[in-house]
């Protein structure tokens, strides 16, 4: 199977080189990931000299926002059969094969989409907790439903089959066009598979990213819930069923987030940033 791993970045973020190796490392236990760079005009020739086992793409001009660039690397990524995408500053974690192998095991070609857990760290690396995710795929439309996210784009991967189906990302958005891509599969009866609940991604909270602008993300993610038409009505007894299966599946996940952080919700431990 070939997976391709796509990286928006303006070169600058100073995680970008623990990102590329973590992509590096996973490719020498996978030898079919090809992972492309999009990046500014400005920067493909720095990046490249640092980066020569990477592709490095040019973003569209107008720097038009990271889904219009995730967009362009996947046009770019040639005869993919799966891919991912990963933000500059986090990494794929050793378990990332295990949603990889889901993939190839149930035939690339069908629509699908294998995700397992992931891991929240600082901006130094420390371990800060980990992001709740549905052990249940069948309950995933049930829990958009009630505003609990399933799943989240890191570690996610996604079949080519997906993509000609659904199409790419909405790139009106500027804070919620992996959810926006995720639950529009959702909803449109893609088959989702939960790999493992082992962490396969991580994702780095830190100071003056996009995610702590929540009022934004808000209100964005509720333009989306309409669009998609997630908060449909449902049955009683689906939703409850839902709710407590993921509540349960995640106590462990809850228990560490209040040792380490109190009694905040995910929300604003994004906020927060740690």
């Known amino acids: 199977m070939k997976l391709l791993v796509v990286t928006p970045t303006l070169g600058d973020s100073p995680w970008l080189a623990e990102t590329v190796a973590s992509v590096a490392t996973r490719a020498t236990e996978a030898p079919t990931i090809t992972h492309v760079l999009v990046a500014p005009a400005a920067k493909l020739a720095e990046l490249a000299a640092r980066f020569p086992k990477v592709v490095v793409v040019a973003e569209p001009t107008g720097n038009q926002g990271m889904y219009v660039a995730i967009n362009a690397g996947l046009a770019a990524g040639g005869d993919w059969e799966a891919f991912t ?12 094969t295990s949603a990889a192998r889901t993939i190839r095991e149930a035939g690339a070609g069908r ?13 130094q ?15 995933n439309r049930a829990l958009y439903a009630q505003r ?9 991967v996604v079949t080519r089959a997906v993509f000609d189906a659904i199409g790419g990302f909405d790139a009106t958005l500027r804070f919620c066009g992996d959810s926006e891509f995720l639950a529009r599969a959702c909803a449109r009866g893609i088959p989702f598979v939960c790999a493992t609940r082992r962490e396969v991604a991580a994702f780095r909270l830190r100071a003056g990213q996009a995610t702590k602008n929540r009022p934004a993300m808000i209100a964005e993610r509720a333009r989306v819930d309409a669009k998609l ?46």
């Open 85 to 96: 995408y990963l933000n500059d500053d986090d990494v794929l974690l050793p378990d990332f």
């Open 111 to 123: 629509p699908l989409v294998a995700y397992g857990g992931v891991r929240l760290i600082g901006a």
């Open 125 to 139: 690396g420390k371990r800060l907790g980990a992001i709740p995710i549905s052990s249940a795929p069948e309950l």
């Open 148 to 156: 609990l996210e399933p799943v989240f784009q890191h570690g996610t």
């Open 229 to 274: 038409r997630l908060l449909a009505p449902r049955p009683a007894a689906e939703l409850r069923r839902a709710r407590w299966r993921f509540r349960l599946a995640n106590l462990a996940i809850y228990a560490e987030r209040v040792a380490r952080h109190g009694f905040v919700t995910f929300d604003e431990l994004l906020e927060r940033g740690g």
